[in-house]
């Protein structure tokens, strides 16, 4: 029975691959409508994305075979939806994050952040989560995660190296106190060598067990800030990534799904729009987390935390270790100067191109009559600057040739196509595309429609208590599912229940998208708990412990924040006038 348990288990996505299309197969046979047959389409993809018996990005190649052979879409229409605004967006975005890791910037401002912040194991948790949550805004929350741990580590070996010295020079010290101090007793004294023997062999503590001990509390000390380190910087990664459009997948499929079901919401989700409601709750979520973690793992002592300004040599040296650090990166180099310009350049022109509360350069420029240029727009023509801005500044006078006056070749643009094509996943821009074609099959087949009206009941519920609900639901699942795979299933219905019950769609598509982030109890969850759970020594019940509690502060947190500045921004207390559309 063990034997046959174990080989099902070992061939499991071939008998899921196999059975499960075969199981649901009486759905659309039994109901032959194009609802069913979209149903079963939908249905079996989530089953795959779920179990992951298949990569998801094939997965997400379903619709191009499903849907033509069941007359929901024609395969040209199909296809049309796997190359969108949001996936040039996408890739755009991609394109600025890998200059930006070719060429080591973001560990420079890491290392500088932290010899901002300062060593204190409070302070350092903090300052760890700073960089963490600003670097994941912009680059991979996974590429964050990998090059921060092994910094953080460094780290708390040196703290660990240096109070291990001080606490055993303090021994020494004081057993040579001791030492003289037995001897002026004994001088002032006559003892008798019986006296003396028993003086010598009943001390009130041996050398040897103090050093053990505190040798013992040391390493346990460590261990669990290890630990919390670990966790502080995957939980900030995914934290950070929540703050900007391009920070994460789902926040795409949020912009790509709203503009594919409601085209005509006048770029309601943008760059700035999307900063303005997400930075607030990712700074409020950041705070929350670092005393949660401070509590779990240090506990409060804010003497300890910020006494006195006043630098042990321990805090120092670990100091010195990070510097150290900086100073072997050398000085800014012209690739690096380069790249940071394009990125502050890219992040200025998202801001202002279409702010809300003045005319943007694209609407002055491109955009009087309709939206033209998009942010995937500047994000394409930001990341072109790539590929033709040289690696090297040009020598004045003698470009393009040696000190001895030797023609030399050009120098290596920003980027090539080779390191693009090393660390692009592509993953991705196929789970986007799949998501958009789901939708548009969902349209098409009038199954959005049904669900809108089978929805219709909980219009009686408080809208409130709908997005409470909801936002709890797609936190549970997306723990033990992709949140892209999450977002993709779950926001199509969405947008057809608020529909259905005319609420505005982004009061409960907007936290949905926030709470599929939300994937801080298990290791599977995301590639960062994964890498954290791998480094820093962690048990399953670490992180279930910490985790639990950041889930139920960020279900919080969001719905908080769109029923404050949230539904102030979008206008939530109304239903607007391109959701009113009539489907299919």
């Known amino acids: 029975m063990g034997r046959c348990l174990k080989w099902l288990w070992y061939h499991r996505n071939f008998i899921i691959i196999i059975v499960t299309p075969l199981i649901l197969l009486p759905l659309p046979l039994v109901f032959p409508t194009s609802e069913a ?20 990005a094939v997965t997400a190649l379903l619709p191009v075979v499903l849907f033509p052979m069941m ?65 994941s805004m912009w680059i991979s929350n996974t590429a964050t995660v990998a090059m921060m741990l092994p910094i953080a580590q460094a780290v708390l070996q040196q703290l660990k190296a240096s109070e291990a010295r001080a606490d055993e020079q303090d021994f020494r010290s004081a057993a040579e106190d001791n030492h003289a101090f037995e001897l002026e007793i004994r001088q002032t004294k006559q003892e008798t060598p019986d006296e003396k023997r028993d003086s010598v062999s009943e001390p009130e503590c041996s050398p040897e067990s103090l050093p053990e001990s505190r040798s013992k509390a040391l390493e346990a000390k460590y261990r669990l800030l290890t630990k919390g380190m670990s966790l502080s910087v995957c939980y900030s990664a995914s934290i950070g990534g929540t703050a900007t459009l391009t920070g994460t997948t789902p926040n795409l499929i949020l912009k790509g799904q709203i503009d594919k079901i409601f085209p005509g919401n006048g770029d309601v989700i943008n760059f700035a729009s999307w900063f303005g409601y997400a930075f607030p709750h990712m700074v409020l979520m950041l705070v929350l987390s670092w005393l949660w973690l401070q509590f779990l793992f240090l506990g409060f002592n804010l003497k300890e ?28 180099k012209f690739s690096e100067g380069a790249v940071l310009t394009i990125f502050v350049l890219l992040v200025v022109l998202w801001f202002t191109r279409e702010p809300g509360f003045i005319d943007g350069w694209a609407t002055v420029l491109f955009n009087k009559e309709d939206a033209f240029v998009t942010d995937g727009t500047v994000a394409i023509l930001m990341s072109m600057l790539f590929f033709f801005i040289p690696s090297q500044l040009p020598k004045c006078g003698s470009y393009g040739y040696d000190d001895a006056g030797k023609m030399v070749k050009a120098p290596p643009t920003l980027l090539n196509w080779q390191v693009v094509q090393e660390r ?16 548009a099959g969902s349209e098409e087949s009038g199954l959005s429609k049904w669900l809108g009206e089978s929805l219709a009941p909980l219009e009686k519920i408080p809208p409130f208590a709908i997005s409470l609900l909801l936002s709890m639901l797609v936190a549970t699942f997306t723990e033990c599912s992709s949140n892209t795979a999450t977002t993709t299933l779950f926001l199509p219905i969405l947008a057809s229940m608020s529909i259905a019950i005319k609420m505005h769609p982004l009061y409960v598509m907007l936290p949905c998208t926030m709470a599929s982030s939300l994937a801080f109890m298990l290791p599977v969850a995301t590639p960062p708990n994964a890498v954290a759970f791998s480094f820093g020594k962690l048990k399953v019940l670490d992180m279930v412990k910490a985790g639990s509690m950041l889930n139920l502060i960020g279900i919080l947190t969001i719905n908080l924040s769109t029923n404050t500045w949230g539904y102030v921004m979008f206008d939530m207390g109304t239903f607007p006038q391109w959701a009113n559309i009539t489907q299919p």
């Not at 047959?37 to 998801?56: D, H, K, N, S």
């Not at 996408?90 to 890491?110: C, D, N, Q, S, T």
């Not at 010899?115 to 948790?125: A, D, E, H, Q, W």
């Not at 300004?309 to 900086?326: N, S």
């Open 305 to 332: 935390t910020f006494g006195c300004c006043v630098k042990t040599e321990r805090d120092k040296e670990a100091h010195t270790m990070i510097k150290e650090e900086y100073r072997k990166l050398g000085n800014m």
């Open 424 to 439: 692009m996943p592509w993953n991705i821009i196929l789970l986007l595309g799949g998501g958009f074609a789901l939708a």
């Open 37 to 56: 047959r979209c149903g079963y389409a939908i249905i079996l993809m989530a089953l795959f994305w779920c179990t992951e018996c298949m990569p998801l």
């Open 71 to 135: 007359g929901i879409m024609k395969a040209g229409a199909v296809s049309i939806e796997y190359l969108k605004d949001s996936n040039m967006l996408f890739i755009g975005g991609l394109l600025v994050a890998i200059a930006v890791e070719y060429w080591g910037l973001h560990k420079r401002i890491a290392l500088r952040v932290l010899l901002l912040v300062g060593v204190r194991p409070s302070l350092l948790l903090m300052g760890f989560m700073i960089v963490s949550s600003f670097l």
